[in-house]
């Protein structure tokens, strides 16, 4: 019990309280009591699983309208894709319990003052940018909602007009962010109803925040990691070795880059936790960010004269591509991070090393030479290459809808 007050007194006190924050709100900080995460599962269960219940019902009733059913899908995926996300995090909750012990374990680690200042900056980094990327992301649920109920109430003299000849399903969109069916009236029930379908959007976006703000955390420690890395060994002859425990000879440069393999081992161990904590999820959100792309977009074309519709669906397209983009940017932060070793153990002066010490600094040459990428269901790599084919095949789909309308 001491090591765990220890463990979330430290995470408290660092650069990394944001992630401790976020996981222990969705009951995945590893070190809280199984009861308490029970609990916090409970809730979720009963709050999204009862708005995806309402969420599917309403989509049956819409069943016999193919364009109807299309324009709902990317909004019935949504709460799909966050589910899987969070069942997969409780199943890998020891991997993720793994990196926050690499981290700490790291921060705790003996090195030198300047390695100690370049991870700092990498952590305080990706702290600012956490608590950037959480409200930019948490507003945007706000934004939708309010157009929505803005929406019912510029056109709620029309839409009370329409009623007569509109089907119950169709009615249940007026006002409404997603076709729903709670099997009461609507009109009579609206603000309960809305309020319900809020919080299961705003809970499911909340999911999303906590799944990337840890990838963010997780991006930055293995870039902080690396540029530590290619510090060492560009000075492998500059400074003297703080860590004895990793002093095995007299010759400076040998310890050093001895600590430089095993400081290379972990951040590739760190990268191979990571993948099995994210490349399954990451493979099917981006799958679902091709579909709902193409679907939002097909939705603002055909809905140019409906100023408010036009507006909800692009704040909805918004959130889409920055989350697209943010996935692939932190990946190809890593590869870049990983290439630049290569570039350091050359420029390193391995012309004046023992014979020992150059063959020791060739193992990290080879091994870096291919850079490190985190990749989705092991197919692709996420990387701006990715991002690339993902709009472009997400412009393919639209264009599919186009000339099927």
């Given at each position: 019990?001491?090591?765990?007050?220890?463990?979330?007194?430290?995470?408290?006190?660092?650069?990394?309280?944001?992630?401790?924050?976020?996981?222990?709100?969705?009951?995945?900080?590893?070190?809280?009591?199984?009861?308490?995460?029970?609990?916090?599962?409970?809730?979720?269960?009963?709050?999204?699983?009862?708005?995806?219940?309402?969420?599917?019902?309403?989509?049956?009733?819409?069943?016999?309208?193919?364009?109807?059913?299309?324009?709902?899908?990317?909004?019935?995926?949504?709460?799909?894709?966050?589910?899987?996300?969070?069942?997969?995090?409780?199943?890998?909750?020891?991997?993720?319990?793994?990196?926050?012990?690499?981290?700490?374990?790291?921060?705790?680690?003996?090195?030198?003052?300047?390695?100690?200042?370049?991870?700092?900056?990498?952590?305080?980094?990706?702290?600012?940018?956490?608590?950037?990327?959480?409200?930019?992301?948490?507003?945007?649920?706000?934004?939708?909602?309010?157009?929505?109920?803005?929406?019912?109430?510029?056109?709620?003299?029309?839409?009370?007009?329409?009623?007569?000849?509109?089907?119950?399903?169709?009615?249940?969109?007026?006002?409404?962010?997603?076709?729903?069916?709670?099997?009461?009236?609507?009109?009579?029930?609206?603000?309960?109803?809305?309020?319900?379908?809020?919080?299961?959007?705003?809970?499911?976006?909340?999911?999303?925040?906590?799944?990337?703000?840890?990838?963010?955390?997780?991006?930055?420690?293995?870039?902080?990691?690396?540029?530590?890395?290619?510090?060492?060994?560009?000075?492998?002859?500059?400074?003297?070795?703080?860590?004895?425990?990793?002093?095995?000879?007299?010759?400076?440069?040998?310890?050093?880059?001895?600590?430089?393999?095993?400081?290379?081992?972990?951040?590739?161990?760190?990268?191979?936790?990571?993948?099995?904590?994210?490349?399954?999820?990451?493979?099917?959100?981006?799958?679902y960010l091709v579909l709902a792309l193409s679907i939002v977009g097909f939705?603002?074309?055909?809905?140019?004269?409906?100023?408010?519709?036009?507006?909800?669906?692009?704040?909805?397209?918004?959130?889409?591509?920055?989350?697209?983009?943010?996935?692939?940017?932190?990946?190809?932060?890593?590869?870049?991070?990983?290439?630049?070793?290569?570039?350091?153990?050359?420029?390193?002066?391995?012309?004046?090393?023992?014979?020992?010490?150059?063959?020791?600094?060739?193992?990290?040459?080879?091994?870096?030479?291919?850079?490190?990428?985190?990749?989705?269901?092991?197919?692709?790599?996420?990387?701006?290459?990715?991002?690339?084919?993902?709009?472009?095949?997400?412009?393919?789909?639209?264009?599919?809808?186009?000339?099927?309308?």
């Amino acid at each position: 019990m001491d090591n765990i007050d220890q463990f979330d007194q430290f995470f408290k006190n660092s650069h990394y309280n944001i992630v401790r924050s976020l996981l222990s709100v969705s009951g995945l900080w590893p070190f809280h009591t199984l009861r308490r995460r029970c609990a916090i599962y409970l809730a979720m269960i009963l709050v999204l699983g009862s708005g995806f219940t309402f969420e599917v019902l309403g989509v049956m009733d819409i069943w016999h309208d193919s364009f109807e059913v299309i324009d709902a899908l990317p909004l019935l995926f949504f709460p799909v894709v966050n589910m899987i996300k969070m069942i997969y995090a409780v199943y890998t909750l020891q991997n993720i319990k793994l990196l926050l012990i690499n981290m700490q374990e790291y921060c705790l680690s003996p090195k030198s003052d300047k390695e100690t200042k370049i991870y700092n900056s990498h952590a305080l980094y990706g702290q600012k940018f956490g608590y950037i990327y959480t409200g930019l992301v948490l507003c945007h649920p706000i934004i939708f909602q309010s157009l929505t109920l803005m929406t019912r109430l510029i056109n709620k003299k029309e839409n009370e007009e329409k009623n007569a000849s509109s089907t119950e399903a169709q009615g249940a969109q007026i006002g409404l962010s997603y076709h729903v069916n709670y099997m009461v009236d609507i009109d009579t029930y609206y603000v309960p109803i809305f309020i319900h379908t809020a919080i299961c959007e705003m809970s499911y976006t909340f999911l999303i925040v906590v799944f990337d703000v840890l990838y963010i955390i997780s991006i930055e420690h293995c870039c902080g990691l690396f540029e530590s890395l290619r510090y060492r060994l560009e000075n492998a002859f500059n400074f003297e070795n703080n860590n004895n425990n990793l002093t095995f000879t007299k010759n400076l440069s040998y310890s050093n880059i001895v600590y430089s393999i095993q400081r290379h081992t972990e951040t590739m161990q760190f990268i191979v936790i990571m993948k099995s904590v994210y490349s399954l999820p990451l493979f099917i959100q981006v799958g679902y960010l091709v579909l709902a792309l193409s679907i939002v977009g097909f939705q603002i074309i055909t809905n140019t004269e409906n100023i408010n519709q036009v507006i909800k669906h692009t704040a909805y397209m918004n959130v889409l591509l920055i989350n697209i983009f943010f996935e692939n940017w932190q990946g190809q932060k890593i590869i870049d991070s990983s290439e630049k070793v290569f570039e350091s153990a050359y420029n390193a002066e391995w012309y004046n090393m023992p014979v020992a010490t150059r063959k020791l600094l060739i193992m990290i040459m080879m091994t870096s030479k291919k850079p490190l990428m985190l990749t989705i269901g092991k197919f692709f790599a996420l990387s701006y290459i990715t991002f690339n084919a993902v709009i472009r095949t997400s412009s393919s789909y639209f264009m599919l809808l186009r000339s099927v309308q």
